[in-house]
């Protein structure tokens, strides 16, 4: 109720407060580490799947691989081919 009551004066010096605190803390945690890396990395999985690359290693020495789609055709042939009988 008292916020009703509050000079309109009042409530725009309060929204000027909140939107240069925002404003702040938002230049802060863009010049984060993590922040960074995620861009990065962002980046690198966008080319990946563009197919400007067609693989990425990763930071613990494994690697992120896109299969062509000869690949992908030879692995559906030979999962569907029905003379290939096995119990």
């Known amino acids: 109720m008292k916020l009703l009551l509050a000079t309109p004066c ?50 613990n020495g494994n690697e992120l691989k896109i299969r062509s789609r000869d690949e992908k055709h030879d692995a559906h042939k030979r999962y569907n081919d029905k003379s290939n009988y096995s119990l």
């Open 10 to 59: 009042t409530l725009y010096i309060t929204l000027l407060f909140v939107l240069w605190v925002h404003a702040i803390m938002g230049k802060e945690h863009m010049n984060n580490q993590d922040f960074a890396e995620t861009e990065q990395a962002a980046r690198a999985i966008r080319k990946l799947l563009n197919g400007e690359v067609d693989t990425i290693k990763l930071e």
